[in-house]
C-alpha cells in the first residue's frame, strides 16, 4: 500500500488535494493539524485488496502480527482488531480499548511509511545498515531517518546523520556546571560497570580544583567484599574523608555533619537492573536530608537492549529524576552506538567518558561531536556480526516493490526550473551552457571527497553568523578520526605527512608564517590537516596547544609537528614527507621510530661505500628504471604542468650511509627521480631523496612515486595563502588558529579540485562561476569558495 502525504491551508483545502490526486474512492489514513495548515494521510483504495493479500501471505508464513497494515473503507468491510488483541469482555473500559486501538493503527502506518521511504530512497538503506552496525538502535534510526533529504549522496547523507546525532545527542555543556558548591552526587547503576573506580577518578578532578578540605567520600556498598576498603584506600592518596553507611537513617546523620559548602560524592552498592531493592535505593538517597543529584553508570560493552533496560528501570524508580550518565568501560567495547543511542532516547546528558582503570587519568569531558566521532570511526577488527548485511538488506527489500511513483521526479523537475535561473546568474556567460545536472554534480563532488567536505563543513562554521562554540582540539581530534575512517574503509597501508611551509600576513599586516602536516593516502590524494603553527610578530602558536613568544627555528619546528604526531592515539600508519634537513635532525627523528622520506639537493653530502660523496654525483651513476603504474597514476591530473598522461616516471635507488663523529652510521635509501617526456625522451624534472625506510620496507618505485606526488602538493601551499587572504578574520576564541585550520585544510581541498581527474565536471562549473575559462591556479580557491555557495544554495 502507497501512502500519501497531503498538506493544504485548510481542511476544504487538503481533501481537494487528496480527491484530484487519488480521485473520490481515496482512504483518508489520518487528519490532523499542524503549523500553518492541516496533514492528511490518505491511500487509493486500489491499493487495498493488494495490501491485504500481502499481509494474508505473510501471516500464512507465519509472520508476527503488525507486519502490515489492513484496511479498508466502512462501507466495503467492518474494521477488525489486529489479530494480537484480545477480544473485548464485559465490563472492559471501552476507552482503553479504543486507546490501544488506535495505538496498534498508528504503529502499523508507521511501519508502512518507514518500509516505503526504505524502497523509495536508496541512500537511506545504506545508511540504515551502516548505523546499526555502529550500534544504533532500530527506534532511533527510523525516527532520524525519516527526515533525511532526498537527493543526497551516500557520503553526503553519512555526514547530515553525523551532524543529526551531534546535534540531539545531550551533553554537559561544561565542567563547571557540574561542580558547584554544595554538590552531592551520586552514582547508580548495575553491578560491576565501574562506579567506585569513577567515583575515584570524580574525586580527584574535585580535589584539584576545591582541594581535599572540600571534598566528602560516601559509600553504601557494604555487600562486595572490599569495596568500602577500596574507596578508604583512594580517600586516603588524596587525604579525604571517607564515610560508610549502610541504611538511610545514617545517611541522613552523615550528611548532616557535612558543611553545606562541601562537595558529596556517593558510591552505591551496584543492583541489577531486575532487583526490587532498586527503589530502596532511590528512596534512601532522596531522604537524605539534602538534594542528591544521580548519574546513572552506563557500561558502553553491554548490549543495547541491557543499557536500554537499565535506563528505563533506572529511570522510573520512583526516585529524583536521573540528571545525567557517565560511560564506562569505552576501552573494552567494540562499538559505542547503544550508549549513545540510549543516552538521546533516554536524555541523558553524557557528563563524562571513562577509557580505562587509571586513576585519575583515564575519564574524559568530551563534546557531542567528539562523542559521535569516536563512535562512527570504523575498526576492520571488530566486525558487526550482529546487524544485517547488505545482502541481508537487498533480499529484504527485493520481496515487495511497490508501483512507481513520480510525484517525486515531478517535484524534484518544478524545483530545477525554479532555481536554475537564479543559479546561472552566479555564472559569467558561459555558465548559459550550464544545465541544473552540471550544478547538481558539482556539488556531489564537494561531498564525495574527503577534503574537499571537510573544508565546506569548515567553511561552513567560519562563515557562520553564530559564534563557533567547537573547540581547536575538537576539530584536530575530528580531522584524525576522518583519516582513520578512510584507512579502514579503503585499505591504505600508509599515510603521507607532507609537512610544509607558507608565507601569510596577520591583519595589522605583518608577515609571517603558516606551517602546516598535510595528511595524502599512499596514492597521493588529499585528505585533512592533522597540525598547524601560526608565527607572528606577536608570538609562535601550535594547534596541539604549545606556544611560545619566539617561533623555534625550522628543524625543530619540524620535530615539534613529528613527534606530537607520533605519539598520537590515532596511531596513523604515517610516512612524514619534508623538504631538507641535516644529519643531525634526521638522526633526531628517526629516534622518534617513524618512517620519513626527506627531498633533499643534489649537494647534499653521504657515504657510500666508505667514500664521500654527493647525492646528485652518486645518482648519476645509478640504473633507472621505468615505473610503469605509479602510485599517483589515479590521483594528479598534471606533473609539472604537463599532463600526467605525457610523462614517464624513471627511479634509481641504492642504500647509503650518513655519519657523524662518536656515532653509528645512518642507514639510508637514496632515490633518485627523473620525470621524462614521452613525447621527446626530454627530462622535465629531477628529484633526489633519503629515506630511513629501506628497501625492506618500501619499494623504491613507491618511494619516488611519493617524491613526484610531494613535489606537486607544494602547489597547496599557494592555496593555503590565497584562502588566508580570503577569509575573514572572526572574534572568537582560537579565531587566528581556527582561521589557519580552515585556511590549510581549504589550501588541500583547493589542491585535489585542481589535480583530481574525477573532478573535471566540477572544475568546468567552477570556471563558469568566476568567468575564467581553463581554471588557471589563481581562480580555484575562489571557484571553490563559489562552489560552497552554490551547494548552499541547492540545498535550501
Request: hydrophobic content about 45%; proline content about 5%.
Amino acid at each position: 500500500m502507497n501512502i500519501s502525504r497531503f498538506v493544504g491551508s485548510t481542511n476544504r483545502e487538503a481533501l481537494r488535494q487528496v480527491r484530484l490526486a487519488l480521485g473520490p474512492d481515496a482512504l483518508i489514513v489520518s487528519n490532523k493539524r499542524i503549523n500553518g495548515g492541516v496533514e492528511i494521510l490518505a491511500t487509493d483504495s486500489s491499493s487495498i485488496q493488494s495490501a491485504n493479500d500481502r499481509a494474508d501471505a505473510v501471516q500464512a508464513a507465519g509472520s508476527a502480527p503488525g507486519q502490515l497494515l489492513q484496511a479498508a473503507p466502512m462501507q466495503q468491510r467492518p474494521a477488525q482488531a489486529p489479530s494480537h488483541m484480545p477480544p473485548l469482555q464485559a465490563g472492559t473500559d471501552v476507552m482503553g480499548a479504543i486507546g490501544e486501538m488506535r495505538g496498534a493503527l498508528e504503529n502499523r502506518i508507521d511501519e508502512l511509511l518507514w518500509g516505503n521511504q526504505l524502497r523509495r530512497a536508496p541512500q537511506t538503506v545504506s545508511l540504515f545498515q551502516t548505523l546499526l552496525g555502529f550500534g544504533f538502535s532500530t527506534a532511533l534510526l527510523r525516527a532520524m531517518l525519516k527526515r533525511l533529504p532526498e537527493q543526497l549522496s551516500p557520503k553526503a547523507a553519512f555526514q547530515w546523520a553525523r551532524n543529526e546525532l551531534a546535534t540531539h545527542l545531550p551533553v554537559l555543556k561544561s565542567e563547571n556546571d557540574l561542580w558547584t558548591p554544595g554538590l552531592a552526587l551520586a552514582l547508580v547503576g548495575p553491578t560491576g560497570v565501574g562506579k567506585t573506580t569513577t567515583i575515584a577518578k570524580l574525586a580527584a578532578r574535585c580535589v584539584k580544583r576545591a582541594g581535599p578540605d572540600g571534598l566528602v567520600l560516601l559509600t553504601t556498598d557494604t555487600y562486595r567484599i572490599g569495596a568500602h576498603e577500596q574507596l578508604k584506600i583512594y580517600g586516603q592518596l588524596m587525604r579525604v574523608p571517607v564515610h560508610v553507611v549502610q541504611n538511610a537513617t545514617e545517611l541522613r546523620q552523615v550528611m548532616q555533619g557535612i558543611r553545606p559548602d562541601q562537595t558529596i560524592l556517593i558510591d552505591n552498592v551496584g543492583i541489577s537492573q531486575r532487583d526490587r531493592y532498586i527503589p530502596e535505593q532511590a528512596a534512601m538517597l532522596a531522604g537524605s536530608g539534602r538534594q542528591v543529584s544521580r548519574l546513572l553508570v552506563l557500561n558502553a560493552s553491554s548490549h543495547g537492549d541491557t543499557l536500554d533496560e537499565v535506563a528505563r528501570t533506572y529511570s522510573n524508580d520512583g526516585g529524583s529524576p536521573l540528571k545525567g550518565c557517565i560511560i564506562t568501560k569505552v576501552d573494552e567495547a567494540s562499538r559505542l552506538g547503544a550508549a549513545l543511542d540510549t543516552a538521546i532516547r533516554f536524555q541523558l546528558p553524557i557528563h563524562y567518558v571513562s577509557n580505562g582503570q587509571k586513576v585519575p587519568e583515564n575519564l574524559a569531558f568530551l563534546s557531542a561531536a567528539e562523542l559521535v566521532d569516536q563512535t562512527l570511526v570504523n575498526n576492520q577488527l571488530t566486525r558487526a556480526l550482529y546487524a544485517p548485511t547488505e545482502a541481508d538488506f537487498a533480499a529484504l527489500m527485493s520481496m515487495a516493490k511497490p508501483p512507481e511513483d513520480d510525484t517525486k521526479a515531478i517535484a524534484a523537475e518544478s524545483r530545477r526550473k525554479r532555481l536554475l535561473p537564479g543559479l546561472l546568474s552566479m555564472a559569467a556567460e558561459t555558465g548559459a551552457r550550464l544545465s541544473m545536472d552540471d550544478l547538481e554534480g558539482a556539488c556531489a563532488y564537494i561531498d564525495a571527497e574527503v577534503a574537499t567536505s571537510e573544508a565546506y563543513d569548515l567553511w561552513r562554521s567560519h562563515t557562520g553568523a553564530a559564534a563557533d562554540s567547537t573547540s581547536l582540539s575538537a576539530y584536530i581530534e575530528h580531522m584524525l578520526r576522518v583519516v582513520q575512517s578512510e584507512i579502514s574503509d579503503r585499505g591504505h597501508h600508509h599515510i603521507l605527512a607532507m609537512h610544509e611551509q607558507v608565507a601569510v600576513k596577520s591583519p595589522a599586516g605583518s608577515t609571517g608564517h603558516l606551517r602546516a602536516s598535510l595528511l595524502f593516502t599512499d596514492k597521493g590524494e588529499s585528505l585533512t590537516s592533522s597540525m598547524q603553527q601560526i608565527n607572528f610578530a606577536d608570538g609562535w602558536q601550535s594547534s596541539c596547544g604549545a606556544s611560545a613568544q619566539l617561533a623555534p627555528v625550522a628543524g625543530e619546528a619540524l620535530h615539534h609537528q613529528i613527534q606530537w604526531l607520533s605519539h598520537h592515539p590515532a596511531k596513523l600508519p604515517l610516512v612524514h614527507l619534508f623538504e631538507g634537513g641535516t644529519h643531525a635532525l634526521w638522526r633526531r627523528i628517526s629516534a622518534l621510530s617513524v618512517q620519513w622520506l626527506a627531498q633533499c639537493t643534489a649537494t647534499t653530502r653521504i657515504e657510500f661505500d666508505s667514500c664521500a660523496t654527493t647525492v646528485g654525483a652518486l645518482a648519476k651513476t645509478l640504473h633507472h628504471r621505468p615505473v610503469e603504474h605509479p602510485a599517483y597514476s589515479a590521483a594528479l591530473l598534471d606533473i609539472a604542468s604537463v599532463p600526467a598522461a605525457g610523462v614517464v616516471l624513471w627511479v634509481g635507488s641504492e642504500t647509503i650511509e650518513v655519519v657523524a663523529r662518536q656515532q653509528s652510521p645512518l642507514k639510508l635509501q637514496l632515490i633518485s627521480v627523473r620525470v621524462v617526456s614521452r613525447a621527446d625522451g626530454s627530462t622535465i624534472k629531477t628529484l633526489h631523496g633519503l629515506s630511513n625506510m629501506l628497501a625492506a620496507d618500501a619499494s623504491s618505485d613507491l618511494l619516488g612515486a611519493w617524491l613526484v606526488a610531494r613535489s606537486e602538493a607544494k602547489q597547496a601551499l599557494r592555496y593555503v595563502a590565497r584562502a588566508w587572504q580570503l577569509l575573514a578574520q572572526r572574534d572568537d576564541a582560537e579565531s587566528v588558529q581556527k582561521k589557519a585550520l580552515n585556511a590549510v585544510q581549504l589550501g588541500c581541498a583547493a589542491w585535489q579540485y585542481k589535480q583530481d581527474p574525477e573532478a573535471h565536471l566540477a572544475r568546468r562549473v567552477g570556471a563558469s562561476l568566476t568567468g575564467k575559462p581553463g581554471l588557471p591556479s589563481t581562480t580555484a580557491v575562489p571557484a571553490l569558495l563559489k562552489l560552497f555557495a552554490l551547494k548552499e544554495m541547492v540545498a535550501t
